[in-house]
């Protein structure tokens, strides 16, 4: 398992019974997570006392019950900021397990030795976009929802990174990729966080386990002979990490050498000493 301890605004503090405690920056909300099926005691006091809390609905969705919880602030990761706050859907625009493989975006762009241009697929709200690019990257986000790749400009704003190459696109990844490779464009490295399920703006439909491997074997077409490094994050259940490894090794290593590596990501809790399953990454590496 990958997992990061360097974090102090963020803090998950315990999960019981199909929920998650967590402090985000001062505030501490209760989220769901379907991965916690245990039901131990529950002791920490914020429990009782959280500034928010996300309730599902038996008819779908949910909504959230806020008790003296702003609208948005901000936390810190290192010299990176972060604008967060509670969405529909339980989210609150980052995902924290994610740390760990900023900090090795970061390391591996600072020692490439070489300009470095990166593109972030899927980028969400920016927090690879804002590693690379605080690491000395150039890279171009892309993602489908407008309010996103807004999103994502405040962040890069928020870390003082506004002054940074990034194109900030609004685009079908799919799509994008497509011209990038007529247009003859190549990148360093590639990053990419697919949904397990979604539509593009053209109502286009995405589901994961069918469409992972024809859109990773696309991705090889826009990867300089020389390319530095893949990340391949996955939040599907049931898609093991060893399933990830298998699709690099088959796609991205027989044509451009070098290795990779899929492991759980995790966040260590702190009322049990454990770590929390999040989800997989690949990494690989020229």
Not at 20 to 25: A, K, M, S, V
Not at 49 to 71: D, I, V
Not at 75 to 94: A, C, E, Q, R, S
Not at 269 to 277: D, I, Q
Request: glycine letters at 10%.
């Amino acid at each position: 398992m990958w997992a990061t301890d360097k974090w102090t605004d963020y803090e998950l503090l315990d999960c019981s019974g199909g929920e998650r405690l967590e402090r985000w920056g001062r505030y501490v909300l209760i989220r769901p997570d379907p991965q916690v099926i245990w039901d131990t005691p529950r002791r920490h006091p914020g429990w009782k006392n959280a500034h928010a809390r996300y309730r599902r609905s038996s008819a779908g969705g949910g909504q959230w019950e806020k008790n003296k919880l702003p609208e948005s602030w901000r936390i810190t990761y290192g010299d990176l900021t972060f604008n967060v706050k509670p969405m529909n859907f339980k989210h609150t625009g980052l995902f924290p397990e994610q740390a760990v493989n900023w900090d090795w975006i970061t390391e591996k762009i600072k020692k490439a030795g070489r300009p470095v241009q990166v593109l972030n697929l899927f980028a969400y709200t920016g927090g690879a976009t804002i590693a690379a690019a605080a690491a000395g990257a150039s890279v171009c986000h892309v993602d489908a929802a407008r309010g996103m790749v807004s999103w994502a400009r405040e962040n890069a704003k928020a870390s003082g990174l506004e002054e940074k190459p990034v194109r900030w696109i609004v685009d079908d990844c799919a799509k994008f990729i497509d011209r990038e490779i007529r247009r003859g464009r190549r990148y360093d490295a590639v990053i990419m966080d697919p949904p397990s399920y979604g539509r593009g703006p053209s109502g286009e439909v995405w589901k994961l386990e069918d469409d992972l491997f024809d859109f990773i074997k696309l991705c090889t077409g826009v990867l300089r002979e020389d390319a530095l490094f893949a990340v391949i994050n996955s939040y599907t259940t049931g898609l093991s990490a060893s399933t990830l490894t298998y699709i690099a090794e088959t796609l991205i290593t027989k044509r451009f050498g070098g290795r990779s590596e899929s492991r759980e990501l995790g966040l260590p809790v702190t009322e049990s000493g454990l770590y929390l399953p999040c989800g997989a990454t690949c990494r690989w590496e020229g």
